[in-house]
Nanobody, 120 residues
Framework: VQLVESGGGLVQPGGSLRLSCAAS????????MSWVRQAPGQGLEWVSTIQPGGSGTAYANSVKGRFTISRDNAENTLYLQMNSLKTEDTAMYYCAARASYSIPALQAPRGQGTQVTVSS
C-alpha cells in the first residue's frame, strides 16, 4: 500500500482547501478509504470514510457539513474538499486504506501526510 497526500497549506479561517491522495500498490476500488488527522500534541482523529464504490460516506461531527470526501476509482485518487475552515482544523491530514471495514480506520496504513494550517 502506497499513499501520497498533497494539497495542504496555509489558509485563513473561512477559506477552503482540497486535499488529494494518490494510491498505488493495491486494488484501490475495493478498499475503504478514510481521512484522519492529528493536531499538534494530540492523538489521531478520524475525519471521514468513503465506501469502495463511493456511494456511502461518513463524517465526524466536527466536520459534517463543511468537508466532503470523494474518490475517483479510475484515477486511484481520494479527495477531501474542506470548506469553512476553522483554526481547530489545523492538523496533519493523512489518508488511510483498509480492505475491510472491520479494521479501525485509525489503525489502517496511511501516507506521510499533508499539513493544513488555518490561521489569520
Amino acid at each position: 500500500v502506497q499513499l501520497v497526500e498533497s494539497g495542504g497549506g496555509l489558509v485563513q479561517p473561512g477559506g477552503s482547501l482540497r486535499l488529494s491522495c494518490a494510491a498505488s500498490g493495491f486494488t484501490f476500488s475495493t478498499y475503504y478509504m478514510s481521512w484522519v488527522r492529528q493536531a499538534p500534541g494530540q492523538g489521531l482523529e478520524w475525519v471521514s470514510t468513503i465506501q469502495p464504490g463511493g456511494s456511502g460516506t461518513a463524517y465526524a461531527n466536527s466536520v459534517k457539513g463543511r468537508f466532503t470526501i470523494s474518490r475517483d476509482n479510475a484515477e486511484n485518487t481520494l479527495y477531501l474538499q474542506m470548506n469553512s475552515l476553522k483554526t481547530e482544523d489545523t492538523a496533519m491530514y493523512y489518508c488511510a486504506a483498509r480492505a475491510s471495514y472491520s479494521i479501525p480506520a485509525l489503525q489502517a496504513p496511511r501516507g506521510q501526510g499533508t499539513q493544513v494550517t488555518v490561521s489569520s
